[in-house]
């Protein structure tokens, strides 16, 4: 939000009656003479705070850095403008960077509305873009001519990677990209590693097939989920605590 950290020129303190002020440095000083008092947040402020960016909305739904998310109730909307000046017809997207596996659209209700990635049910923990990013480097000699099957390969080597990383098999690299984002402790990375992928010849890469783990974890719900460690929390959670 660039708009609170710039000076303007009617934003004045009465004793530096010469200088401009930002919202940011105006608001300080105003909490300093008046005091707040504290609202609690709803689930939907949450959501207004997340960071923005803006994209179209294709016949195949809203895709970021390589990962679609669609729904049915886009189904109006695919190929339309948003009703935003200035934006090139570009639907305003909310998203959080520390769990990147659904992004909220403002539809024109006016509302945030939840838009899940389509590969969501094949990968069961919450990832952030940083691991993303780790997958795709990996993934250099995909088939990026067919857009729908990278994306499907990029998501089953995540699941791969969540598979390692729960079982203990992982480097210490895969470990500390997932425990970003990790709910709980995960198994510390196997013994002699140096932060480096493990042989395809090893018996950790040999046994990956029979990594069943992650099958047995419940299904997600509709919410997302929390992202610990960063102060982004999920939406509904933290508002339920209020």
Not at 97 to 107: A, E, G, M, S
């Amino acid at each position: 939000m660039q708009y609170h950290h710039r000076p303007h020129e009617g934003l004045r303190h009465p004793m530096m009656p010469r200088k401009a002020l930002t919202p940011n440095q105006m608001w300080a000083a105003l909490v300093a003479v008046a005091g707040y008092v504290p609202i609690p947040l709803t689930g939907r402020d949450y959501l207004e705070l997340l960071p923005v960016c803006w994209q179209t909305i294709t016949a195949s739904g809203i895709r970021i850095h390589h990962r679609t998310c669609d729904a049915d109730l886009l189904a109006p909307h695919r190929g339309q403008a948003s009703s935003v000046a200035g934006r090139g017809g570009k639907w305003e997207i909310h998203y959080n960077p520390h769990d990147v596996r659904q992004i909220w659209v403002r539809l024109p209700d006016g509302e945030l509305t939840e838009i899940p990635w389509i590969h969501r049910d094949h990968v069961h923990r919450p990832f952030d873009e940083r691991t993303w990013q780790h997958i795709r480097t990996l993934a250099l000699h995909g088939n990026h001519g067919d857009p729908e099957q990278y994306e499907a390969d990029l998501a089953d080597a995540l699941d791969q990677l969540m598979r390692r990383v729960h079982s203990g098999h992982a480097t210490t690299t895969e470990q500390a990209l997932l425990a970003r984002t990790a709910h709980v402790p995960l198994p510390t990375a196997r013994d002699g590693d140096h932060g480096t992928e493990a042989p395809a010849d090893s018996p950790e890469q040999q046994n990956e097939d029979s990594i069943d783990g992650l099958d047995d974890l419940p299904d997600d719900d509709s919410r997302p989920g929390a992202a610990t460690g960063f102060g982004l929390y999920d939406a509904y959670e933290e508002a339920d605590k209020w």
